[in-house]
């Protein structure tokens, strides 16, 4: 449980960052492309503002993550030795083809405005944007082979690459890189809208904060849509290819066709029911989950307690998760339709920089969804995580796992610090 807890904490932390660096690396690359063709200083200093705020969130992802992979050694390594063979070489892909791209590019757009041309600068941010964003994709097909393993043969006790194509085509993968990169757009888009709103709100630097605030709404209406759609095709595989996740997601104990949806529900685990169980909506959790009022829909007692995942915390996320996910899209339909006079609606302005946290939020509850959901299983259906922890004593997951907490904390305070005073400074004059 130590192991387990400290890397939830170290992941959680981390993934604050993430979505941001993908997200604001290609918002970035568009506000470069547009001043390379019509050469308006006001998007060059829009790259430079959002790029000085995007230099502090990437340093920190980069501390950050580093630790997540050391743990498959220190915390995992029964996980690393059973599956390192499919696990490593993902990993190491990651490192060589996009992450070291990444850096490299990051220095050059960092040191380059001066010495390269606007469209030679450009580019480079297209290849920071592109290298942050492949990272992803091989970071998500690691994932995807945990909850959808294939390709794979097991030979001498462990798991050993029987099919390249294979892991790098499944459809989990890819289900979750679509899911991740559009969440990572809504984090990016409200990121930019809650801090124009902030600035809108004591007209200062009206222009600049006018586009950047129009650019958000525009990019966050369509891509909180696209989280919506591609949620409900994820929940598709979800109820195809972990019915125990999508139980625990629903509380449903009952094998059922046409399975009704419940509005309100209170889920009650040791007694394998739900305390509360009202509003139902007759065959909706059945065409969720299969596109058919009547399909079966499997119930949790319909696999073994020891099967089973949490069922408190799986619900709640998966509430917490789709509730963000259907405010997002109304919040940026509002400021799309109003996008030519947001300066004069203080009120949606003071609401967008409170709406700045909701998209994080949504982000951290979907991945608990998906990673506690899947509970026991670390490999799904092939290593259980109980089987994958280090011969490690109490005491020392006890105590780094306080020692990271603590370092973990000093780290997020400094940086938000740098962001938040980055942010209240504004762009610099030319």
């Keep these: 449980m130590l192991s387990r807890l400290q890397f939830a904490a170290a992941t959680v932390f981390h993934f604050l960052f993430v979505p941001l660096t993908l997200g ?25 503002f959002w ?24 915390n995992w390594s029964r996980y690393s030795a059973y599956m390192g063979d ?80 294979a892991v790098i085509t499944n459809p989990w993968a890819w289900n979750e890189f679509v899911h991740v990169v559009a969440g990572a757009f ?70 059922t066709k046409n399975a009704p949806m419940y509005l309100l529900q209170i889920p009650d685990e040791k007694g394998e029911k739900n305390l509360v169980q009202a509003m139902p909506v007759p065959g909706l959790l059945s065409f969720l989950a299969f596109s058919d009022f009547n399909a079966e829909v499997k119930g949790l007692k319909d696999f073994a307690p020891a099967d089973r995942p949490p069922v408190g915390l799986t619900f709640i996320a998966f509430r917490v998760m789709v509730g963000i996910g259907t405010l997002m899209p109304l919040l940026m339909l509002i ?55 280090s011969p490690i004593t109490v005491g020392q997951a006890g105590s780094s796992l306080v020692a990271m907490v603590l370092l973990y904390t000093l780290l997020g305070a400094a940086g938000a610090y740098l962001m938040l005073a980055a942010a209240r400074k504004g762009p610099q004059d030319a």
């Design 86 to 165: 499919i696990f490593g070489s993902l990993l190491a892909i990651e490192a060589t083809a996009a992450f070291f791209l990444e850096s490299t590019m990051i220095g050059v757009w960092h040191f380059g405005w001066e010495k390269l041309s606007p469209k030679a600068h450009a580019t480079i941010a297209w290849l920071v944007a592109l290298a942050s964003n492949l990272s992803a994709v091989w970071i998500l097909i690691a994932n995807g082979f945990m909850q959808n393993p294939l390709g794979f043969v097991i030979r001498n006790g462990r798991v050993e690459l029987a099919d390249f194509i």
């Design 51 to 74: 790029g000085k705020l995007f230099l502090i969130n990437f340093t920190l992802g980069v501390v950050t993550g580093i630790t997540l992979e050391f743990q498959f050694g220190t």
């Design 186 to 255: 809504c984090v990016a888009t409200f990121f930019i809208a809650g801090i124009s709103a902030w600035h809108l709100l004591r007209k200062q630097h009206e222009e600049f904060f006018g586009k950047s605030m129009r650019l958000a709404v525009t990019v966050g209406l369509l891509a909180s849509i696209v989280v919506a759609v591609q949620g409900h095709l994820h929940g598709n595989l979800v109820a195809k290819l972990q019915p125990a996740k999508l139980a625990a997601m629903e509380s449903h104990w009952e094998t």
């Design 24 to 48: 604001l690396s290609v918002l970035i690359a568009c506000m470069e492309t547009a001043y390379a063709r019509t050469d308006n200083p006001v998007y060059k200093r829009m790259a430079k």
């Design 335 to 389: 400021g799309y339709l109003k996008r030519g006079k947001l300066a004069a609606m203080p009120t949606y302005l003071k609401i967008m920089i409170w709406a700045m946290p909701l998209p994080y939020l949504g982000m951290e509850a979907g991945w608990t969804v998906a990673e506690v959901g899947r509970q026991p299983w670390i490999i799904n259906g092939l290593m259980r995580t109980a089987d994958a922890v």
